[in-house]
């Protein structure tokens, strides 16, 4: 299948994460566009330079305060009063503090969410550019069936209007909004990260024709902490359209692989035009960072159970650190789902 | 007058603080303890041990998640990754993400609001012991008129369920229900603090007995960034009595004892029973995190114009960070209120 992609993904390439106090190399290395890349031509996918589709499929999505403060932030970097490669803070907007202030200082910790996303001077090229990867994969999707797109940085804990978790726009609700443009449809997002969707499960929260499905560690004492729970269903009009399928830590292949197909149940049950998979690899039992045991077997019966659906599909590439099986993990995913789809 | 204290406030002594990504040393340190309490006393102010008044009126403030939470944080350390003399994370729980989570790495997030209150192994005697300083001299100016409550750690950033801006407990939110309690009366708040009071707006808002007044740098760039703006005037039955006075960054004393004199009229036509100043000192035209320029005259004429409001008051420390002019400025503050007093 096509591999979008962009090399401008590696003009953010952040080097510091403030991780409980202590300041730790960052997990989310431009180096993983490269070993992504590879993994997948190698594995025989083909790779095509994402288009340049402009600002208005990422403002279907996010604030254009949001887009705006990330477009200038590096250049208003004399305002922030200290020099560095990385413009970050420990001061953010919070549930009774969330006015948003005109001085940059504020800006900074209204439009990010933790410590875990430094702005660097590269940082707007790239999360435009990966964005761009998205949009690009969906329209691919449409013509082919289904595409890979290689967003880096990732951007499911992204919400409309503010950073977090490494990811600054959300990929995987920029392509789903394209392909609800593009077809007229409903739409569904699968989630397959380690991690909880948070900022996609909060931006369609309202929305009954994009569903939201999340397959991820239990949050209870792991990141999003704060979101991610089995009762939080969608509310107004897209009450019933958000699914969360929380699992323990430490399960494997076996529980896996069901909840996805599962997961795959209600998402047929929706009828959706197209489908979003947002393609977290770090779910692998050798993640640096992960909470599960999924192995590249299980990763390659993941990518089957999806396919099956029928629909046409962009992966959108989102977590999954680097560790000797990342290559793997992503090549037998995109063979097996090729195979099927 | 009399000094209420208690030597439990050198018990949280922090270390570090994560400041835009950098690790630096804590300005709200131990010290201020003896340096405040040198000061009052060498003036000639008497010092008295608080007495314990135990949780309750602490619980007439904060959540018993809050209070619980930091009761026993510490012993729950080896739920921490990171072995170290301090926790805390940069990681929170944010305006669209407000659930309580059950464990503890997210709790601290929930509990805590960014990188400047860390925990400490007598963290929880501090904050305890702060807020029993509070109580007491809460409960001498119903006796004496007048007190000081040197609180250490401060409070005014605290909300009812978040810890902030070095802040743990809110001793004057605390204090101004104790006074509600015993008088049966209103209650002002007047907070002189260069930062705006934002925990304590927050636990006030919707009440209408409680007026809260704030004067304070213009937060547009500078902290608690958002909040701290004059339109803020309260909501529900709380609607009118919250008074923000933001000042221009720079100005001295001619504005400064003015806006007070202002404040107080405000407070006059509350007429409450009782009166807390949330006595910061970091107006200070010296202060090293500062962002006005009062002088020790200053400082003694706004005292002045605050004791002219003829009310019961408990003068309850917040912040004001050590510099050469500190003593003074405590000692000018203490010695013009009693005289009118």
Chains 1, 2 share one sequence.
Not at 302 to 329: C, D, F, M
Request: charge should be negative.
């Amino acid at each position: 299948m096509l591999i979008l992609h962009t090399p401008d993904s590696l003009l953010h390439d952040p080097e510091k994460y403030v991780r409980r106090g202590e300041t730790v190399p960052h997990p989310e290395q431009a180096r993983r566009y490269h070993v992504l890349l590879g993994a997948a031509r190698d594995a025989g996918h083909v790779p095509e330079l994402a288009g340049d589709h402009g600002l208005d499929p990422i403002l279907a999505v996010h604030t254009p305060g949001h887009v705006e403060f990330f477009r200038t932030a590096w250049s208003r970097r004399d305002e922030w009063p200290t020099r560095s490669d990385e413009i970050f803070t420990g001061h953010f907007a919070r549930p009774h503090m969330h006015r948003r202030p005109e001085g940059f200082l504020g800006l900074v910790g209204y439009h990010t969410a933790d410590t875990s996303t430094p702005i660097r001077a590269g940082t707007w090229q790239a999360i435009y550019g990966s964005a761009q990867v998205a949009i690009s994969g969906a329209d691919a999707a449409l013509r082919d069936r289904r595409a890979y797109a290689l967003c880096r940085p990732p951007g499911h804990h992204a919400y409309a209007d503010s950073a977090g978790g490494f990811c600054f726009f959300n990929n995987a609700a920029i392509a789903a909004r394209r392909l609800q443009a593009k077809t007229g449809g409903k739409v569904a997002i699968l989630d397959i990260d380690v991690h909880h969707g948070n900022g996609t499960q909060g931006i369609f929260y309202q929305d009954p024709d994009v569903l939201t499905v999340s397959i991820h560690g239990d949050p209870t004492n792991y990141f999003p902490y704060y979101t991610g729970y089995a009762d939080e269903t969608g509310e107004g009009a897209g009450a019933g359209f958000n699914l969360n399928l929380p699992l323990q830590h430490g399960l494997g292949d076996g529980t896996f692989v069901a909840t996805v197909k599962h997961a795959v149940e209600r998402i047929r049950d929706h009828r959706p035009a197209a489908l979003v998979v947002a393609l977290g690899l770090d779910a692998s039992e050798h993640d640096p960072i992960g909470a599960l045991r999924v192995t590249t077997a299980g990763f390659v019966a993941t990518a089957r159970a999806i396919a099956k659906a029928g629909l046409p599909t962009v992966l959108v590439q989102e977590g999954g650190y680097l560790s000797e099986v990342l290559p793997a993990n992503l090549a037998g995913f995109l063979d097996a789902f090729d195979a099927v789809a």
